[in-house]
């Protein structure tokens, strides 16, 4: 069965620095999201991404936030100038539309 | 503002069915109702989807009453392994359209 891919499985990272984490969707979506999790905590969504654009963000996120898909297969996050507060699981999903999102298994990004 | 709410936690014996309920008030008209199941060090796992009335697969079935402010995810004689968090996923109207995911509701299965 087709997976949602993630890279790295675990980010470490000076508070300050800019981390991309990476996501390659299954093949045929067209729909791609990216959610957070602080640890013990719920999963909040960030933002859904589609036709080479963001459809939907959160409050979460802001300007330090965004969201690229540089070519065919991969969907990228990028945080800009990491604070304590980012250190969190990050989940990247795809959908084919109104179908169940797939997710992959996440990045545990720890800033120091 | 616009939310889901689950219970935080249950306990069940395995062989038994566990019911549990998900408020949402504000769910969009067009929007499904949605349910993942999270293990520890995982990303969620789709369960079951549904809009109306009863959905029913090989693992869950979706009770949604005709209002649709609510919907109950029933699993049918739980084993050990069925210990995890799981969580409803709706699309409401506020403002704005948002996706909303409930706090999760932490499953555990005695033996």
């Known amino acids: 069965e087709p997976e949602v891919t993630q890279t790295p499985s675990h980010q470490v990272t000076q508070m300050g620095q800019e981390v991309i984490l990476r996501c390659v969707p299954i093949?045929?979506?067209?729909?791609f999201y990216w959610y957070r999790q602080i640890l013990g905590q719920k999963v909040e969504f960030l933002v859904s991404f589609y036709n080479n654009e963001i459809s939907e963000k959160s409050e979460i996120f802001d300007d330090q936030f965004s969201v690229e898909r540089p070519d065919g297969s991969n969907f990228t996050l990028k945080i800009r100038s990491t604070k304590l507060e980012d250190s969190a699981m990050y989940f990247c999903a795809s959908s084919e539309g109104d179908q169940p999102q797939h997710f992959g298994d996440g990045t545990r990004l720890s800033i120091l | 503002l616009a939310k889901t709410t689950q219970p935080i936690s249950m306990d069940s014996y395995e062989g038994q069915e566990v019911n549990i309920t998900c408020s949402h008030n504000n769910i969009a008209t067009n929007d499904y109702i949605t349910w993942y199941q999270q293990f520890p060090s995982q990303g969620p796992r789709f369960i079951i989807q549904?809009?109306?009335?009863?959905v029913t697969n090989e693992v869950a079935s979706l009770f949604i009453p005709a209002d649709r402010k609510s919907s109950t995810l029933s699993l049918p004689r739980v084993s050990l392994s069925d210990t995890a968090v799981y969580y409803c996923?709706?699309?409401?109207?506020?403002?704005?359209?948002?996706?909303?995911w409930g706090a999760g509701t932490k499953l555990i299965i005695k033996p």
């Open positions: 549904g809009y109306k009335t009863k």
């Open positions: 093949s045929n979506h067209l729909y």
């Open positions: 996923l709706v699309g409401v109207e506020d403002s704005n359209y948002q996706l909303i």
